[in-house]
């Protein structure tokens, strides 16, 4: 390949730097040149990137945001935008474009692989975790290790002054961080917008706990759960007599900060397989390493088989530094 463009697109995650990191250093020891567009789709637009060397990329793995920032580009839901983006991609002899995005940024790679002649992946990137199939999405790890630190310190006050909480969290409108932040802090609700909200049944199940002894109950709301938001529940929940309420919301705090561990190594995993997938003629594809799921091990299977590290992420550490 002579030479792959990496971008990142739609709301920024923890983690996208790490996959920029692996994508252009993978690209470099290949022998590819790769260049990086700026603020998303936009800077396919308006022939906006960086050339990137390997010290480019130095020092990011920890870091929050995109160095290439992000954009959600109006003008690339246009046909005629989309192909002025290709036009460039020509002219830049473009022979893999890598979208780190999530949904809305998959869609946009999809529309551009109709008209344009370059090879497309995209890496799932997005705290809200909404794109099938996938498994988890690179920043969704860090937003709820985020969320939890702040209901934890929620709890705390919660459980001290017996008052009831609720806890706004992101997601738009799907549920997985909701879930997360909702089995990880012990919370006595989830809201989520999958699941029609029946005011009569939740504030039962309120009064319920609280009659059953428990000081302050925690009721995790997420994004799109309740049409109006937190306050909006909160004064219909008082109309129920749970009068002692409190709303936060979490905001964009779930956005930013340093990624954690899961998020680094997966937006490493991904960039890497991204490239590789290039070079190996892949297109039209999302690159995903989706979870695994439960399973029951006899104890003979376990007592009979050694411990094995996993040496292609080993190899990995020195092959991308
Ligand atoms: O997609 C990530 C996300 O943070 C959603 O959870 C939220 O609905 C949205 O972006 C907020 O977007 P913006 O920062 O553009 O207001």
Not at 45 to 60: A, C, L, M, P, Q
Not at 241 to 268: E, K, M
Request: charged share 25%; proline share 2%; hydrophobic share 40%.
């Amino acid at each position: 390949m002579r030479k792959i463009a990496v971008l990142t697109s739609g709301g920024d995650a923890p983690g996208m730097n790490a996959a920029i990191r692996a994508i252009v250093r993978t690209s470099l020891n290949n022998d590819t040149g790769i260049i990086g567009f700026k603020n998303g789709y936009e800077g396919i637009i308006d022939n906006e990137y960086v050339t990137f060397d390997k010290r480019s990329v130095g020092n990011i793995i920890q870091r929050g945001g995109s160095i290439l920032h992000t954009s959600r580009s109006l003008r690339f839901l246009k046909k005629k935008y989309r192909q002025v983006a290709e036009n460039n991609l020509r002219a830049l002899c473009i022979d893999g474009l890598i979208v780190i995005g999530g949904e809305g940024s998959t869609k946009g790679a999809i529309e551009l692989s109709k008209i344009s002649k370059t090879r497309c992946v995209v890496v799932p990137a997005t705290i809200d975790r909404d794109m099938p199939l996938v498994g988890s999405t690179i920043g969704f790890d860090t937003a709820i290790n985020t969320a939890l630190s702040a209901i934890d310190k929620i709890r705390d006050t919660a459980t001290t002054a017996n008052v009831t909480h609720i806890v706004e969290v992101m997601g738009r409108d799907c549920g997985w961080l909701g879930i997360h932040a909702g089995i990880g802090a012990g919370a006595e609700v989830t809201i989520i917008p999958e699941v029609k909200i029946d005011i009569t049944k939740l504030s039962k199940n309120i009064k319920n706990q609280l009659y059953r002894g428990k000081k302050g109950c925690i009721i995790i709301l997420a994004e799109g759960g309740f049409p109006d938001g937190g306050q909006a529940l909160a004064d219909l929940l008082k109309e129920h007599d749970i009068l002692d309420l409190r709303v936060t919301t979490l905001g964009h705090i779930q956005r930013g900060g340093n990624p954690s561990s899961v998020d680094r190594i997966l937006a490493t995993e991904l960039g890497v397989d991204a490239v590789i997938s290039l070079m190996n003629g892949a297109s039209n594809v999302v690159i995903a390493k989706p979870i695994n799921t439960i399973k029951r091990i006899d104890f003979e299977e376990i007592i009979k088989t050694d411990v094995k590290v996993d040496m292609y992420l080993h190899d990995l550490i020195e092959n991308i530094a």
